[in-house]
């Protein structure tokens, strides 16, 4: 999970690439595995669903801007559990999304698969 399409920004301007590479880190989110990577600028983070959510194929993109916690979600898996793990991810403080960014560096920066 080294690089991820901006497109989330809802920007007419094309966006570079974000690398997100610094982790994962294994989480439960709405009941379900989910893998937690940060990305490199800003205060953005992506959530990835793991073989055994019923979410798998699905990415939950969030970040903090002007103070508010902006969340964008996709993926060809199931929406409903996609959807109870946007909304709760949305519901982080800023304390506890800083906090999860601090694990996520923590780990260090992953190694593409090959």
């Known amino acids: 999970m080294a690089t991820i399409l901006a497109h989330a920004q809802s920007?007419?301007?094309?966006?570079?690439?974000?690398?997100?590479?610094?982790g994962p880190l294994m989480k439960m989110v709405a009941g379900a595995e989910w893998q937690?990577?940060?990305?490199?600028?800003a205060d953005q983070m992506v959530l990835v669903a793991t073989r055994s959510n019923p979410a798998f194929f699905s990415y939950v993109l969030f970040r903090w801007r002007d103070g508010v916690l902006q969340t964008y979600a996709e993926g060809q898996g199931d929406a409903k559990a996609r959807e109870a793990a946007r909304a709760e991810i949305g519901r982080l403080t800023r304390t506890e999304?800083?906090?999860?960014?601090?694990?996520?560096?923590?780990?260090?920066?992953?190694?593409?698969?090959r």
């Not at 937690?36 to 600028?41: A, K, P, W």
């Not at 999304?97 to 698969?113: C, I, M, V």
Request: charged share 25%.
């Open 11 to 22: 920007s007419d301007q094309a966006q570079p690439p974000l690398d997100c590479s610094y």
């Open 36 to 41: 937690v990577f940060s990305c490199d600028g």
């Open 97 to 113: 999304h800083d906090a999860l960014r601090s694990e996520t560096r923590a780990k260090g920066r992953s190694q593409p698969s």
